[in-house]
């Protein structure tokens, strides 16, 4: 419903506001009488009515109306064509002084005559259009003449000219719109009316005058709020009028004003753009803050922009890829700004639109994301959430969408690292034109890449922030000590030896963070290049150079497999030997793959298992532990870190059993990592020990224990794996014969309690593949050693990312405990005939 305003705008001057007289006529005299008109002179001031209602398209009601009270005496002829030629709704039409002699003709006489338009139009060189109309209507007829006696010039305006318009160069109007613009006046009886789809609005007119050096110079400020109207397309129109009947239309046009959601500051809101829908906007009063959106869970690319309380764009935004998008802004002088408008009560609003972009959003399909209305935001216990608070001590306040809050660790908290990041980064070799490629290829969470060249190359780096228009990026370069400052695509000619190029990204909080990219050009200054990288194929050198940039304690030993990349695949990739779970990563699967183990265990694609096999995919800080040494070393393993691996899983805080101490002792005994072997545990029984295997209580097999599934080799019967583990754990390997060898009673066969059990296996694991030189989470995975056994068949699992993902949690328990930087050696296959590229996963 659209709120009709019956008010005019106020008039604001350089000396405060000055009153408008509320009569249209410039000068009335005292004598109001109005006398009864005979026959004849009702006859025509009924014609004329008529004639002049037409004008304005007035009703047959309105007119019988208006007739009526020319009739009976409650205002002239003369007062109603006045009232009719000098309306908002006659002078919105643009009536220049010509146009208006002829109407005021053709309503007087029923016709243009020109002798009369000439008689009007010099009349208006000398009166205002209100004395004209009175002038020639008595011409005609002294008793329709209007009430007093008006005449005068009045204030006569000219020289309108508009800088700015009322509508909005955007598709959507939002917020305080403003026309601003000059003209000339010959005096203060001025004012606006301020209309959409015919309906009067409140509006405001500001006006200062005498610059320019003309005490007639007036500059003014037209302003209306949007938010009094309702969403949907409207006819706006602004008219500026003065006393002497005249009108100029200073703004107009149709806008779309934008249904909107209001959002508020700390909360969460689920968004969406619904299928048919273009887009989504919303609305948000920041008090006395900062505006902070953030965008997170997206199902599709959308682009974002913020508006400021006047509608204007303050930026855009937009991640391709990524699943996030923020909007940031300054909080608004809503003073300054009520001053300006004269609008009271303004607030520190922002305008927010979500939309589609690219060709590659379907229309047809919603797009889901939520809002997160806070400087930082977090993703605790699988939902999004604002950080609302922070007691300085290492712990933070979140609050869902539901309003609900929690105190967390801040560590604990999940804090998505948004701000101070970049979106996009691309290092152009500008001989070729082409992009270089990084190792790892570039990812938003990724702060550390490299690059090896062995030659001169001249490169231009580009960054996007991942807060967009809100972010600053600076890049330097420093080779040997030599820094320089480039600019976003500038060349620079990467010298000999060692370079360090990193972007720093200020976010819009003045959060900062790094990117280092670690060049190198031929050697380094050091012995690596000589003595390490020309152990391994050329592709592997940027990799390797990116870790010891990182690590330089790190020892990095090439084991020659003397097999094809090609051939070791195929066996991998067959036999059921690489299994991936079609619950957690259905792209994964193999199509029309058979179930090789319960529940749903299948055969990986092609494409995946090659990923998985590739060396090269494991050279980043987090995944290199897969070719750690497993044997065991007191200078690196301790019982704390044991416990960080185990931290949360059904190990951690058990009455019954200290897991870290059992484990650790296990491998020190074993002569292998404790940290394997918590790894190991959490990968074979799961995190939170759903294999019956780690409790004994498998039906049948009671007070039997195997931590890591020996002897569980798969089956396609339910629950023949968990079955066999169960048997080994009872006679090792021959259960039909109920036998245990004196090598299986080295391993403290049969496990009986959950210390045999670890204890034991450790021993199995040393004794099986440690000694055998299966001695890291690659090797046991992927049987590639040359040893004079048959290859692929001493394979310790066959879930294809097993070392994958337990080089990880290594790697998370040296990070918990400050330990990366120790002297790790690593041991790390080499094919030959390596693919070109690394491969990927697919989606």
């Given at each position: ?610 990923y998985f096999m590739d060396p090269r995919n494991y050279f980043t800080p987090e995944r290199i532990f897969a070719f750690e040494m497993l044997g065991f070393d007191p200078r690196v393993h301790t019982i704390e870190g044991v416990r ?200």
């Open positions: 419903m659209f709120v009709r305003r019956p008010e005019y705008f106020a008039v604001a001057a350089l000396g405060g506001l000055l009153a408008v007289a509320a009569s249209v006529f410039t000068v009335m005299s005292l004598d109001t009488g109005i006398t009864e008109p005979d026959r004849k002179t009702l006859k025509k001031a009924d014609d004329i009515v008529v004639r002049a209602g037409s004008l304005t398209s007035s009703s047959d009601e309105e007119i019988r109306i208006a007739k009526d009270r020319v009739e009976d005496g409650f205002i002239s002829c003369g007062d109603y064509v006045i009232s009719v030629m000098t309306s908002p709704e006659y002078l919105l039409t643009g009536v220049s002084d010509n146009k208006f002699a002829e109407d005021l003709c053709s309503v007087i006489y029923g016709e243009v005559r020109p002798d009369e338009v000439n008689y009007i139009l010099e009349d208006l060189k000398d009166h205002s259009r209100i004395s004209a109309i009175d002038r020639a209507i008595t011409s005609e007829d002294k008793n329709l003449g209007a009430t007093g006696n008006p005449s005068g010039k009045g204030s006569v305006i000219s020289n309108v000219s508009l800088e700015t318009t009322i509508d909005s160069s955007e598709k959507y109007t939002v917020g305080i719109r403003e026309a601003s613009g000059s003209y000339t006046a010959t005096g203060d009886e001025v004012r606006t009316d301020f209309f959409v789809d015919g309906s009067l609005y409140y509006g405001y007119l500001n006006f200062t005058d005498g610059k320019n050096g003309k005490s007639d110079y007036r500059e003014f400020v037209l302003s209306w709020d949007t938010a009094d109207c309702a969403p949907g397309r409207h006819e706006v129109y602004a008219l500026l009028r003065s006393s002497d009947g005249r009108g100029t239309v200073i703004s107009g046009g149709e806008i779309t004003i934008p249904e909107k959601v209001t959002i508020y500051p700390g909360s969460v809101a689920q968004g969406l753009i619904p299928s048919g829908n273009t887009n989504a906007w919303y609305m948000i009063d920041c008090a006395d803050s900062d505006c902070y959106i953030n965008f997170a869970g997206l199902s599709d690319d959308i682009r974002v922009s913020l508006y400021d309380l006047k509608g204007n764009l303050i930026g855009s935004n937009e991640n391709p890829g990524i699943p996030y998008a923020m909007l940031r802004g300054k909080e608004q002088n809503t003073d300054a700004v009520a001053k300006e408008t004269g609008i009271t009560g303004v607030s520190n609003c922002f305008y927010i639109c979500a939309s589609r972009t690219g060709s590659g959003s379907d229309i047809e399909k919603d797009i889901d994301f939520t809002m997160i209305q806070s400087r930082e935001c977090a993703y605790f216990d699988g939902c999004y959430m604002a950080v609302t608070g922070d007691d300085g001590n290492g712990k933070v306040k979140l609050t869902d969408k539901d309003k609900i809050t929690y105190e967390v660790e801040r560590k604990k908290a999940g804090i998505l690292p948004i701000n101070g990041a970049l979106s996009a980064c691309i290092i152009n070799d500008s001989a070729v034109d082409k992009f270089l490629d990084i190792y790892p290829e570039f990812d938003y969470l990724t702060r550390n890449y490299a690059y090896y060249m062995n030659s001169s190359k001249s490169i231009a780096i580009r960054c996007t922030p991942l807060e967009g228009y809100s972010a600053n990026v600076t890049i330097k370069a420093d080779s040997n000590g030599n820094e320089v400052i480039l600019e976003q695509g500038q060349l620079y000619e990467i010298p000999q030896g060692e370079t360090v190029i990193t972007c720093t990204v200020t976010g819009f909080d003045g959060t900062s963070g790094n990117y280092s990219f670690y060049l190198l050009n031929g050697n380094d200054e050091g012995d690596f290049s000589e003595n390490t990288l020309s152990k391994f194929p050329t592709s592997y050198y940027s990799g390797l150079w990116l870790l010891h940039s990182l690590h330089p304690g790190y020892v990095f030993t090439a084991y020659n497999t003397n097999l094809s990349f090609d051939s070791a695949l195929a066996a991998e990739d067959s036999q059921g030997r690489s299994l991936i779970q079609n619950s957690s990563f259905p792209s994964y699967v193999k199509p029309n793959s058979k179930v090789f183990d319960k529940p749903d265990w299948m055969a990986a694609r092609t494409e995946v298992v090659s960080e691996i185990i931290r949360g899983s059904f190990m951690d805080g058990s009455a019954d059993y200290d897991y870290a101490q059992i484990i650790y002792e296990a491998g020190e005994n074993a002569g292998v990592s404790p940290y394997f072997l918590a790894s190991r545990i959490i990968q074979e029984m799961g995190f939170n020990g759903e294999s019956a295997l780690c409790r004994g209580d498998l039906t049948g097999y009671e007070g039997y224990y195997n931590f890591f599934d020996i002897g569980a080799y798969a089956t396609t019967e339910p629950g023949g794996a968990v079955i066999n583990g169960a048997k080994y754990a009872q006679w090792g390997r021959d259960w039909e014969a109920q036998e245990i060898t004196d090598t299986e009673a080295s391993f403290l066969l049969p496990w009986t309690s959950v210390e045999r059990s670890i204890k034991g296996g450790a021993l199995w694991i040393a004794s099986g593949y440690i000694e055998k030189g299966q001695n890291t989470l690659y090797f046991q995975k992927f049987d590639v050693l040359d040893d004079g056994t048959d290859r692929y068949n001493h394979q310790y699992a066959q879930n294809i990312m097993m070392a994958y993902s337990e080089g990880l949690r290594y790697y998370r328990s040296y990070d918990s405990i400050g330990m990366t930087d120790a002297g790790f050696e690593f041991i790390i296959p080499v094919y030959n005939n390596m693919p070109e590229s690394y491969g990927s996963l697919p989606e």
